[in-house]
């Protein structure tokens, strides 16, 4: 089998076929890496992978982030196991409505992801895509005025704030993400460590700038969001049951798109862990936690 390599209508993204994920030979392997790195976006329909052969193929990029109940892959689902369906006052409901808005996986905890890698399970008769965003493209497409005034700019991610943001307070001990009130701080542009490419590096995570009034930082955020996350640099995946993505999260956001929550979607994913080299951030007892208010935009 020799891989088909297609490109998808968007700065980022390839779909690639001819390629069996459960069963993969070292120079397949180096070809699909090499992919990764110049189009941080891979598709490979028709994979139905287990969640163990989901787990080999993530290790080939690195070590998985434990995400909750010491599972490697763990279900993205809004489903209970008893079959019914989560409800909208439910801790979990809460956290896949804050997937909605777009974001870079693990931003909020010290060491943030390299990757993620989703697969369909069960998806809902319409809604539930995923929506994946190309950072580099769009620090590329900034004026130089923007690229010279966020130059020297640092964030703060927390999970805590992001979660207010849509009405969700939550307090620390409460599971994965709120281990600590501290607050990873990380450059508004990061440079990727293997292409050297500048990306944007926000997202809903990112809640406040050293150095300027919250007001202002979070209307520069916003701003930054918005011009982002617009065509030519967004795709939308509409899953079928088997399909699996994997995005490079050191330069693209991705977020869900909202569905009908009485239908069932149920997603495996895995997440790796960054390289601490690159994705360890300085962690500050920043005076946020308990100031957050809910307000009414999730982007
Ligand atoms: O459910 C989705 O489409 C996205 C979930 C997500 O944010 C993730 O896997 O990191
Ligand atoms: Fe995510």
Redesign the pocket.
């Known amino acids: 089998m020799e891989p088909t390599v297609t490109r998808v209508d968007a700065t980022l993204g390839v779909t690639i076929t001819g390629v069996d994920l459960a069963n993969l030979d070292d120079a397949t392997w180096r070809f699909i890496e090499d992919a990764f790195h110049e189009y941080a976006l891979l598709i490979f329909p028709e994979q139905h992978l287990s969640a163990d052969d989901q787990v080999a193929f993530s290790n080939r990029f690195g070590d998985i982030e434990i995400l909750r109940e010491n599972a490697k892959a763990v279900p ?1 689902t809004n489903q209970k196991p008893d079959g019914s369906t989560f409800k909208p006052d439910e801790f979990r409901f809460k956290a ?1 409505r804050g ?1 909605e808005g777009w ?1 870079l ?1 693990s931003t909020y905890m010290p060491l943030a992801a390299k990757a ?1 890698v ?1 697969s369909a399970k069960v998806v809902p008769s319409k809604g ?3 929506e994946i965003a190309d950072m580099r493209a769009a620090y590329d497409a900034l004026d130089d005025v923007m690229k010279e005034r966020i130059s020297d700019l640092s964030a703060y991610h927390s999970l805590y704030a992001s979660q207010a943001k849509i009405g969700h307070k939550v307090e620390p001990g409460s599971g994965y993400g709120y281990h600590t009130k501290g607050a990873p701080l990380r450059p508004l542009v990061k440079i990727h460590p293997v292409t050297g490419r500048k990306a944007l590096c926000i997202g809903r995570h990112a809640y406040r700038i050293p150095g300027m009034e919250d007001d202002e930082a979070v209307q520069l955020m916003e701003e930054l969001i918005d011009f982002a996350c617009q065509p030519p640099r967004t795709y939308s995946h509409r899953w079928t049951p088997g399909d699996l993505i994997i995005w490079d999260n050191r330069c693209a956001m ?4 909202p569905y009908d929550f009485s239908e069932t ?1 149920i ?1 495996q ?1 895995t ?1 790796i862990a960054g390289d601490p080299a690159s994705e360890l951030a300085p962690t500050a007892m920043d005076p946020l936690v308990g100031v957050f208010e809910p307000s009414t935009t999730n982007r």
């Open positions: 993205i896949l997937n974001h996986d993620g989703l539930g895509e995923t991705h977020r869900a798109r979607r997603m994913a997440r």
